[in-house]
């Protein structure tokens, strides 16, 4: 009682106790910590960077558009946050405005409409070869452009169960509908599930095989380029957009690389803060402000949605992450053990965010020149091998 007593009439006591028990706060995500290095082990794992979802108001970077959207209209939002957000702030691409008038003219542009959907009873196959830019300094919306695609299952096997591919959809970028056929399956089909998919007996009698589908998708995406060319940067091969495109390639007994996909059920940011997926059918209502799958699935439907979804996702204005000079990799998880502990300690928290990096490609980097690529790729890559306590980028 006495210490406390001497502490509270003593300035000089105060000034010492609040210093002991200063906080350490991160630059990204403003969480507070009483140690600096739980600051720096937070920084190891966040992986925050200029590329996560971000507050327009207070610049809180935040893991997903879920948390996002929960820090300014959520049931406890920020409240100064909430207050300017909902006066000048987009409901749907959460974009914060100069003013009420810019929103407005925004908001003629951010929905859109739902496409018109192209049925089961006309258009059994179509196969449209277009041509894509020639400009080979970018990816994505350059050389080989981008193609949604979508499939819808019947069901196989003595229960039904086992899915089947009856239905392939591909559309570009500028949403024309380039390969279109139904599938014949290569065993028998025991369940239509009509209800979801629309499709008969009638629509895959005649269809065609699958392994001839699974060509034909391989030539649209693969451009002409050699499957070495592809495996390495992409070369003119097409980028593949789609939701959970695993389960659609699964169905296709087909293989595309992995740095090729761009698939909006994977994507960190579009996930659920627990990183689960969301439905295609919420992340377009929520994201483009209309509704999809009332009814049957329209794979026509669906391929335009998350082609929507990819662009929007794309069009993000971020800048390149910031380059320190402490180390050849100026990356705070590939420092060498002799760093850690002498030198993070002495970095500002300013600091210890520009040597942060992000554990995921944001989709924002196919527009980019892909020399810029190319090198952020191959760091990124050193960065995995040197990564902390045996954690992996995902």
């Not at 003595?158 to 949403?175: I, K, M």
């Not at 279109?180 to 065609?208: K, S």
């Not at 070369?235 to 169905?251: T, Y």
């Not at 100026?330 to 002799?338: A, G, K």
Request: negative net charge; proline residues 5%; hydrophobic residues 30%.
């Amino acid at each position: 009682m006495d210490a406390e007593a001497n502490s509270s009439e003593n300035p000089t006591i105060r000034s010492n106790c609040c210093a002991s028990l200063s906080i350490h706060k991160c630059s990204a995500c403003y969480k507070q910590y009483k140690k600096k290095e739980h600051l720096i082990e937070h920084m190891k794992t966040s992986n925050h960077s200029v590329h996560q979802p971000m507050c327009g108001v207070c610049q809180k970077h935040c893991k997903s558009f879920e948390s996002l959207r929960e820090h300014l209209t959520g049931p406890l939002p920020r409240g100064v946050c909430s207050k300017i957000f909902s006066q000048q702030g987009c409901q749907l691409c959460l974009v914060l405005f100069d003013s009420p008038g810019s929103l407005l003219v925004h908001k003629e542009t951010c929905r859109v409409y739902a496409p018109t959907r192209l049925g089961t009873r006309e258009l059994p196959y179509i196969d449209s070869q277009f041509d894509c830019p020639s400009d080979e300094n970018h990816v994505g919306g350059g050389p080989g452009g981008a193609v949604a695609m979508d499939c819808e299952m019947v069901g196989g096997g003595s229960d039904g169960s086992l899915e089947l591919c009856g239905r392939v959809c591909l559309v570009d970028e500028d949403e024309n509908l380039i390969f279109h056929t139904y599938v014949q399956p290569r065993i028998p089909v025991t369940n239509y599930r009509y209800d979801i998919t629309g499709l008969t007996e009638e629509h895959l009698r005649n269809a065609m095989p699958l392994k001839e589908v699974r060509e034909k998708v391989l030539q649209i995406l693969y451009n002409g380029e050699s499957f070495a060319k592809v495996r390495r940067d992409g070369g003119k091969a097409r980028l593949l957009v789609g939701h959970d495109l695993a389960h659609d390639l699964d169905c296709l007994n087909m293989n595309y690389p992995d740095h090729m996909l761009r698939d909006t059920a994977k994507y960190r940011p579009l996930m659920k803060t627990n990183l689960v997926s969301h439905s295609l059918k919420y992340l377009t209502r929520t994201y483009l402000g209309y509704d999809i799958q009332l009814g049957t699935h329209d794979p026509y439907e669906d391929c335009i949605s998350v082609m929507r979804l990819y662009k929007r996702i794309r069009a993000q204005i971020h800048p390149e992450e910031g380059h320190g000079t402490l180390t050849p990799r100026n990356s705070i998880v590939s420092l060498p053990d002799s760093w850690r502990s002498r030198e993070l300690d002495n970095l500002t928290p300013d600091q210890l965010y520009a040597m942060s990096r992000s554990d995921y490609k944001c989709w924002c980097l196919d527009l980019r020149p892909r020399l810029k690529q190319e090198s952020d790729f191959t760091e990124n890559e050193s960065n995995e091998f040197h990564f902390m306590d045996g954690n992996r980028h995902l």
